[in-house]
């Protein structure tokens, strides 16, 4: 009984799939940077769909959308890495956390204490490391950067996500090339 | 030596405490499994956070997961502990009462053997036996050591039954579960936090280790000792017996010799003084034995069960060599041997019991030689102590040098970490610093974009104005053939005076009457006359008519766009900007003025009309009688009114007059002028150029240009316009301009431009902090 409701619901949630995602945002070709921006600023997946109204606020999925919109977010989000990859600062971050947790280990399997010494000095650069990161440029200072060196005007729903990044990519490059020449 | 008191290190006996070493067994099965099981998740999570970047969002979830799972080892790893700590202070507890109830039997004890010493010695030097309550009290001392004996027999302590040190030692670490199980129960026991000993990893553990090898020592050196002091007096009672047996033998045999050699019954006599003696030698000898037992027993007492036993062994086999003998001789006595094979017996006896000291002598040897090796081993257990004892000092060197490069590396740590942080502080400022310079930019782009747009919409006014100007001049064409058509009327306004003073008096001075033809004539010429001039008043005054309505549309026009400029400057107003509100709402007031005003005009146009209309009407009807005096100041009055009605078109005062009239050769037309209006030529007007009445007096108000320097100027709204761009020039060229640049080793480079000069600032990248466009 348990697994043909569990069926059931597979079934179901697969039609309002089928449906929703009609009405979704499905890559950062067509999703726009306002929309990404709100996503990651609010944490509501409710942004990647479309809707005709331009609105600041939504409210948040129900279940079987939050699934739904988790899967099509993962989905968008490999893309944009695929692409674009990690933030430098980011990987940064990463090895630092891969680093800590090493000296964890080895301090359980070693049962050496002394171990805590570099774990607490890890902590103190990870917590330096993500408060720099939320102190970093916001998304209009990018935006003002990019529109002051590629001399053009950003329109944040218009511009997909694929394009933002593609302008950062390019005004960086055009900078550093200019810097390089000079 | 049994009477000693409990030592510290007995504290740490195999099974003195059973319970306690129960606990340690389950403590160190417990930390062994934990620490085991620990260390293996550890081991197989540790490949979870190889050093790989991340590809995907299923490398980060991975690493989270693994996080969580390293939290929760680390989490089990610290139960363990706890745990360990828990059975630590159960075992403490289970010791410290026990060793309280021993320590009570224990003090008991010796007070007992202490009462019944004093006794005795007392006993004994008074000369006499022990008296009934030294005997007590040696019983109660007797009864207490046994109970001390049982207690430590039971917990396998053989301290009392001296002589199974080895067993015991050797049952110590295997008792207390190896090695952390001693270093636990001893860290307990001694209050020692052994979780801090643990930490100082192998430096600690060769510390614990030797610290068990010092101890084993020690017991090794208490063993040496008691059985040094064993051997010793053994040996000494051996060595005695044996000189005694020695002498005995050779007496004897020097006896057998003469008795053999002289005669049997000299020999007998001898032999039997001879036995005596020897007899009397053996029993100095057994006494010797005794005595060498009793010291033995004693020994035994204080710790050299083995060596004594064998002592008392000998003296058991001489004592029962000595009974077969007797009731050998006993026998041979019975069965009637004769008294020389008694004696030879007797000899032989003597022989065996001497081969018996000889045998005894070689055990003694033999515990000698133990001796020698134990003094041996205690030498090279001195050796080792020494060793380690250099070792325990270089380790101590080692771990003091350890605490201080740990302080060095904690003091470092601690410089790092402000290093790093004042660093972090730095770059975090100059980020401020920065982020103030792009605010400051962008106010700056913001300024000039302003700036800008107040020159748009100036411009865009000024084409409006243009345009109005442009339009205003057709109206001006439209107005121009309006005053040709008044010239017109002008003209036959004239004509008609002239005719008329003809008619009224100017001829009338001819005295000639004129006959009723030459009246119906005239009637007919007038009523042509009149009917012209009315055709003609009805024209100029349509024409009149929709000048007005143009020039109203035209002012309608105006104020529609100087509301849309109103709401344009009230925005700009609003937003805090530089706008012309003001000044619009002046020109919307001066429009709304001049609308009024040209409502009034067509009214007294219409007025104007009506009167005409009715003027020739009268004169139509009078026509035939010819015009009078009174029709003809009725026709000066109403004429002039209405002349004046249309031609007042310049009160407002006007920017050009347009082609002009034919009313000279310089293009003359009628105008009608107010008090203290001031009318410029053409060339003067041409100077100016294409400026509104209103902004000439603004800009001469607003500038004070001297009329002198005026000729210069040719167009003042260019020069404002020019005076503008000259304001926004400077304030661009005086704005600071920052530019952020990376390098291609991704440094920052903030540039910064002013007053025609630049600096330049490279941040060089930080080991840690790099920064990079956000993403995320």
Redesign the interface.
Same mark, same amino acid.
């Given at each position: 009984m348990k697994s043909i409701i569990t069926k059931l619901l597979l079934i179901y949630i697969k039609l309002v799939e089928k449906n929703q995602l009609k009405k979704c945002y499905t890559s950062i070709d067509d999703l726009p940077v306002f929309y990404w921006r709100k996503i990651q600023e609010t944490n509501n997946l409710s942004f990647l769909i479309k809707s005709e109204i331009i609105s600041l606020n939504k409210k948040q999925p129900s279940k079987i959308q939050l699934i739904i919109l988790s899967k099509l977010w993962k989905s968008i989000f490999d893309e944009y890495l695929k692409m674009f990859g990690f933030a430098e600062n980011f990987i940064e971050i990463f090895r630092k956390i891969n680093e800590r947790e090493t000296w964890r280990c080895r301090m359980i399997i070693e049962n050496n204490k002394s171990h805590q010494n570099f774990i607490n000095m890890c902590d103190i650069e990870l917590e330096a490391m993500k408060k720099s990161n939320n102190e970093g440029i916001n998304f209009y200072e990018t935006k003002a950067f990019i529109e002051s060196e590629m001399h053009i005007q950003i329109d944040e729903l218009k511009t997909s996500v694929a394009q933002f990044y593609s302008y950062i990519k390019l005004a960086q490059s055009k900078q550093a090339n200019g810097r390089g020449t000079n | 030596m049994a009477e000693e008191p409990i030592r510290g290190e007995q504290i740490i006996q195999p099974d003195w405490a059973a319970n306690a070493t129960k606990s340690a067994n389950e403590l160190d099965a417990a930390i062994q499994k934990l /620490?085991a099981h620990?260390?293996v $998740?550890? *081991?197989s #999570?540790?490949a979870? +956070?190889?050093?790989n970047?991340? &590809?995907?969002?299923d490398d =980060?979830n991975a690493?989270t997961k693994?996080?969580e799972q390293?939290t929760k /080892?680390?989490k089990q #790893?610290i139960e363990a502990k706890i745990l360990a700590a828990q059975v630590n202070k159960k075992i403490k507890d289970e010791i410290q009462a026990t060793l309280s109830s021993y320590s009570r039997l224990s003090l008991e004890y010796r007070k007992a053997a202490q009462a019944a010493k004093d006794l005795a010695a007392a006993d004994i030097l008074q000369g006499k036996a022990f008296s009934e309550a030294t005997k007590e009290a040696i019983n109660k001392a007797a009864g207490l050591n046994n109970q001390l004996k049982t207690i430590d027999q039971s917990m396998g302590n053989y301290q009392r039954n001296v002589g199974n040190y080895h067993s015991a030692v050797g049952n110590l670490a295997k008792g207390l579960g190896g090695l952390t199980g001693v270093v636990t129960l001893l860290g307990t026991a001694l209050g020692i936090n052994t979780?801090a000993l =643990?930490?100082l *990893?192998d430096t600690t553990r060769e510390l614990i280790k030797f610290s068990k090898d010092l101890s084993h020592i020690k017991h090794l050196e208490t063993i040496v000792e008691v059985e040094s002091t064993v051997a010793h007096e053994a040996n000494t009672i051996a060595v005695v017996s044996e000189t005694v047996a020695v002498e005995n033998a050779t007496i004897a045999q020097k006896a057998w010799n003469y008795v053999m050699s002289i005669n049997p019954i000299a020999l007998l006599i001898t032999s039997v003084a001879l036995f005596a003696a020897g007899i009397y030698q053996l029993v100095t000898a057994e006494t010797e034995a005794e005595k060498a037992q009793r010291k033995l027993n004693e020994a035994q007492q204080v710790g050299a069960l083995n060596e004594a036993e064998n002592v008392s062994y000998v003296k058991e086999k001489i004592e029962d060599l000595t009974a077969i003998q007797s009731l050998r001789i006993r026998q041979m006595k019975a069965d009637g041997a004769s008294e020389t094979e008694i004696y030879q017996q007797k000899v032989k006896d003597i022989v065996e019991l001497q081969d018996k000291y000889h045998e005894l002598r070689l055990t003694l040897e033999a515990n000698r030689d133990a001796e020698s090796l134990v003094m041996n081993q205690f030498k090279k257990g001195s050796e080792e102590y020494t060793s380690h004892q250099k070792n325990v000092i270089s380790m101590n060197r080692e771990l003091e040098l350890l605490k201080i490069t740990?302080s060095e590396?904690?003091v470092t740590?601690s410089e $790092?970490?402000k290093s +790093? *942080?004042d660093l972090?502080k730095e770059?975090?400022d100059s980020?401020k610093e920065m982020d103030k310079w792009?605010d400051e930019a962008?106010k700056g782009v913001k300024t000039a974009d302003e700036i800008k747009k107040s020159i748009a919409d100036s411009l865009e006014d000024l084409k409006a104005w243009n345009e109005e100007q442009a339009k205003r001049r057709e109206g001006i064409v439209i107005y121009d053939e309006e005053a040709k058509g008044v010239r017109k009327l002008s003209t036959e306004y004239d004509r008609l005076n002239k005719t008329k003073a003809g008619l009224i008096g100017g001829e009338s001075g001819s005295g000639k009457a004129l006959t009723d033809k030459e009246l119906e004539n005239d009637k007919k010429k007038n009523e042509e006359k009149i009917n012209a001039a009315k055709k003609l008043s009805e024209q100029l005054f349509k024409i009149a008519e929709d000048r007005i309505k143009r020039e109203q549309e035209l002012n309608k026009q105006n104020i529609t766009e100087i509301d849309k400029g109103i709401d344009q400057q009230l925005q700009l107003l609003i937003a805090g900007q530089k706008n012309t509100y003001d000044f619009m709402l002046r020109q919307k007031a001066k429009a709304l003025e001049e609308q009024a005003a040209l409502d009034k005009k067509a009214r007294k146009e219409k007025e104007a009309q009506q009167i005409a209309e009715l003027f020739l009407e009268f004169m139509k009807v009078n026509a035939k009688d010819g015009f009078g005096a009174a029709a003809k100041s009725l026709a000066e009055t109403l004429l002039a009114k209405g002349l004046a009605g249309g031609l007042s078109g310049y009160y407002e005062g006007t920017e050009d007059t347009g082609a002009g009239g034919g009313l000279d050769t310089k293009g003359g037309m009628l105008a009608v002028l107010h008090p203290h209006e001031r009318v410029l030529t053409a060339k003067q007007n041409a100077a100016i150029g294409a400026i509104s009445n209103d902004d000439l007096v603004k800009s001469v108000m607003h500038y004070k240009i001297p009329t002198e320097k005026n000729s210069t100027v040719v167009d003042l709204q260019n020069s404002i316009l020019i005076s503008e761009l000259k304001e926004l020039n400077n304030t661009i060229k005086n704005k600071k301009e920052l530019e952020?640049?990376?390098?291609?080793l991704?440094e920052i =480079?903030l540039t910064n431009k002013q007053n025609g000069y630049s600096v330049e600032t490279t941040y060089k990248n930080s080991p840690? =902090? &790099?920064?990079?466009?956000?993403?995320?």
């Amino acid at each position: 009984m348990k697994s043909i409701i569990t069926k059931l619901l597979l079934i179901y949630i697969k039609l309002v799939e089928k449906n929703q995602l009609k009405k979704c945002y499905t890559s950062i070709d067509d999703l726009p940077v306002f929309y990404w921006r709100k996503i990651q600023e609010t944490n509501n997946l409710s942004f990647l769909i479309k809707s005709e109204i331009i609105s600041l606020n939504k409210k948040q999925p129900s279940k079987i959308q939050l699934i739904i919109l988790s899967k099509l977010w993962k989905s968008i989000f490999d893309e944009y890495l695929k692409m674009f990859g990690f933030a430098e600062n980011f990987i940064e971050i990463f090895r630092k956390i891969n680093e800590r947790e090493t000296w964890r280990c080895r301090m359980i399997i070693e049962n050496n204490k002394s171990h805590q010494n570099f774990i607490n000095m890890c902590d103190i650069e990870l917590e330096a490391m993500k408060k720099s990161n939320n102190e970093g440029i916001n998304f209009y200072e990018t935006k003002a950067f990019i529109e002051s060196e590629m001399h053009i005007q950003i329109d944040e729903l218009k511009t997909s996500v694929a394009q933002f990044y593609s302008y950062i990519k390019l005004a960086q490059s055009k900078q550093a090339n200019g810097r390089g020449t000079n | 030596m049994a009477e000693e008191p409990i030592r510290g290190e007995q504290i740490i006996q195999p099974d003195w405490a059973a319970n306690a070493t129960k606990s340690a067994n389950e403590l160190d099965a417990a930390i062994q499994k934990l /620490i085991a099981h620990t260390g293996v $998740l550890a *081991k197989s #999570n540790l490949a979870n +956070f190889a050093n790989n970047d991340p &590809k995907n969002t299923d490398d =980060i979830n991975a690493q989270t997961k693994a996080v969580e799972q390293n939290t929760k /080892i680390e989490k089990q #790893n610290i139960e363990a502990k706890i745990l360990a700590a828990q059975v630590n202070k159960k075992i403490k507890d289970e010791i410290q009462a026990t060793l309280s109830s021993y320590s009570r039997l224990s003090l008991e004890y010796r007070k007992a053997a202490q009462a019944a010493k004093d006794l005795a010695a007392a006993d004994i030097l008074q000369g006499k036996a022990f008296s009934e309550a030294t005997k007590e009290a040696i019983n109660k001392a007797a009864g207490l050591n046994n109970q001390l004996k049982t207690i430590d027999q039971s917990m396998g302590n053989y301290q009392r039954n001296v002589g199974n040190y080895h067993s015991a030692v050797g049952n110590l670490a295997k008792g207390l579960g190896g090695l952390t199980g001693v270093v636990t129960l001893l860290g307990t026991a001694l209050g020692i936090n052994t979780d801090a000993l =643990i930490t100082l *990893k192998d430096t600690t553990r060769e510390l614990i280790k030797f610290s068990k090898d010092l101890s084993h020592i020690k017991h090794l050196e208490t063993i040496v000792e008691v059985e040094s002091t064993v051997a010793h007096e053994a040996n000494t009672i051996a060595v005695v017996s044996e000189t005694v047996a020695v002498e005995n033998a050779t007496i004897a045999q020097k006896a057998w010799n003469y008795v053999m050699s002289i005669n049997p019954i000299a020999l007998l006599i001898t032999s039997v003084a001879l036995f005596a003696a020897g007899i009397y030698q053996l029993v100095t000898a057994e006494t010797e034995a005794e005595k060498a037992q009793r010291k033995l027993n004693e020994a035994q007492q204080v710790g050299a069960l083995n060596e004594a036993e064998n002592v008392s062994y000998v003296k058991e086999k001489i004592e029962d060599l000595t009974a077969i003998q007797s009731l050998r001789i006993r026998q041979m006595k019975a069965d009637g041997a004769s008294e020389t094979e008694i004696y030879q017996q007797k000899v032989k006896d003597i022989v065996e019991l001497q081969d018996k000291y000889h045998e005894l002598r070689l055990t003694l040897e033999a515990n000698r030689d133990a001796e020698s090796l134990v003094m041996n081993q205690f030498k090279k257990g001195s050796e080792e102590y020494t060793s380690h004892q250099k070792n325990v000092i270089s380790m101590n060197r080692e771990l003091e040098l350890l605490k201080i490069t740990q302080s060095e590396t904690v003091v470092t740590t601690s410089e $790092l970490t402000k290093s +790093f *942080k004042d660093l972090n502080k730095e770059v975090t400022d100059s980020w401020k610093e920065m982020d103030k310079w792009v605010d400051e930019a962008l106010k700056g782009v913001k300024t000039a974009d302003e700036i800008k747009k107040s020159i748009a919409d100036s411009l865009e006014d000024l084409k409006a104005w243009n345009e109005e100007q442009a339009k205003r001049r057709e109206g001006i064409v439209i107005y121009d053939e309006e005053a040709k058509g008044v010239r017109k009327l002008s003209t036959e306004y004239d004509r008609l005076n002239k005719t008329k003073a003809g008619l009224i008096g100017g001829e009338s001075g001819s005295g000639k009457a004129l006959t009723d033809k030459e009246l119906e004539n005239d009637k007919k010429k007038n009523e042509e006359k009149i009917n012209a001039a009315k055709k003609l008043s009805e024209q100029l005054f349509k024409i009149a008519e929709d000048r007005i309505k143009r020039e109203q549309e035209l002012n309608k026009q105006n104020i529609t766009e100087i509301d849309k400029g109103i709401d344009q400057q009230l925005q700009l107003l609003i937003a805090g900007q530089k706008n012309t509100y003001d000044f619009m709402l002046r020109q919307k007031a001066k429009a709304l003025e001049e609308q009024a005003a040209l409502d009034k005009k067509a009214r007294k146009e219409k007025e104007a009309q009506q009167i005409a209309e009715l003027f020739l009407e009268f004169m139509k009807v009078n026509a035939k009688d010819g015009f009078g005096a009174a029709a003809k100041s009725l026709a000066e009055t109403l004429l002039a009114k209405g002349l004046a009605g249309g031609l007042s078109g310049y009160y407002e005062g006007t920017e050009d007059t347009g082609a002009g009239g034919g009313l000279d050769t310089k293009g003359g037309m009628l105008a009608v002028l107010h008090p203290h209006e001031r009318v410029l030529t053409a060339k003067q007007n041409a100077a100016i150029g294409a400026i509104s009445n209103d902004d000439l007096v603004k800009s001469v108000m607003h500038y004070k240009i001297p009329t002198e320097k005026n000729s210069t100027v040719v167009d003042l709204q260019n020069s404002i316009l020019i005076s503008e761009l000259k304001e926004l020039n400077n304030t661009i060229k005086n704005k600071k301009e920052l530019e952020v640049n990376w390098n291609r080793l991704n440094e920052i =480079i903030l540039t910064n431009k002013q007053n025609g000069y630049s600096v330049e600032t490279t941040y060089k990248n930080s080991p840690i =902090i &790099k920064r990079n466009a956000p993403f995320n």
